[in-house]
């Protein structure tokens, strides 16, 4: 849709979310996902939601044993 995405993020590694200057938000269905935004720490477990605001720059993420979806606005 040119409205929503949604996008599946699964299993153990690293990744770096590119700022998209848009609202996002990552809830996580089971395993953790640890955020990183240069500034603060943040870690999601099973059932927990973060709202990722469109002025937040690049974030680096780090899998454990995870699935989780990130949802976006256009």
Request: proline share 1%; aromatic share 2%; charged share 20%.
């Amino acid at each position: 849709s040119e409205q929503f995405s949604l996008r599946r993020l699964t299993g153990t590694g690293h990744l770096v979310l590119i700022a998209e200057n848009r609202l996002r938000s990552l809830t996580v269905l089971s395993g953790r996902a640890r955020l990183d935004d240069g500034a603060t720490q943040s870690v999601l477990t099973s059932g927990q939601t973060a709202a990722l605001p469109a002025c937040l720059g690049d974030l680096q993420i780090d899998l454990e044993a995870a699935h989780a979806v990130l949802a976006a606005l256009a």
